[in-house]
Nanobody, 123 residues
Framework: VQLQASGGGLVQAGGSLRLSCTAS????????MGWFRQAPGKEREFVLR????????YYADSVKGRFTISRDNAKNTVYLQMNSLKPEDTAVYLC?????????????????WGQGTLVTVSS
C-alpha cells in the first residue's frame, strides 16, 4: 500500500483545514487508517484512527471536539477535518495504514506510512 497525503498549509488560529490521504491498491478497505503528527523536535504523536468500515473512530484527547476523521473506501481516501486550529497543532501530519484489528495509538502498530503534509497554524 502506498499512501499520499495532501492538503496541508498555513492557516490562522481558529481556522480549518482538511487533509486527504489517498492509497494505492485494491485492499484499502481492509485497513485501519490513522493520522499522526510530528512537530519539530518532538516525538510522533497519535491523532485519530478509523476502522476499515468507518464505524469505529478513536481520538486523541488533544483533538477531541475539534478534529474528525472519515473515509471513502470507493475512493481509497481517508480525510482529516481539522477545526478550531491552535498554534500547538503545527506539525507534519502523516497518514498510516494498519492491518491489525486494533492497532491502538502506537506508531509501531502501523504497517504503511505516507510522506506527510505540513500544517502551520499562526497565532
Amino acid at each position: 500500500v502506498q499512501l499520499q497525503a495532501s492538503g496541508g498549509g498555513l492557516v490562522q488560529a481558529g481556522g480549518s483545514l482538511r487533509l486527504s490521504c489517498t492509497a494505492s491498491g485494491r485492499t484499502f478497505s481492509r485497513y485501519n487508517m490513522g493520522w499522526f503528527r510530528q512537530a519539530p523536535g518532538k516525538e510522533r504523536e497519535f491523532v485519530l484512527r478509523i476502522s476499515p468500515n468507518g464505524v469505529s473512530i478513536y481520538y486523541a484527547d488533544s483533538v477531541k471536539g475539534r478534529f474528525t476523521i472519515s473515509r471513502d473506501n470507493a475512493k481509497n481516501t481517508v480525510y482529516l477535518q481539522m477545526n478550531s486550529l491552535k498554534p500547538e497543532d503545527t506539525a507534519v501530519y502523516l497518514c498510516a495504514a494498519a492491518s491489525t484489528v486494533l492497532p491502538g495509538t502506537r506508531a509501531e502498530s502501523y504497517d504503511y506510512w505516507g510522506q506527510g503534509t505540513l500544517v502551520t497554524v499562526s497565532s
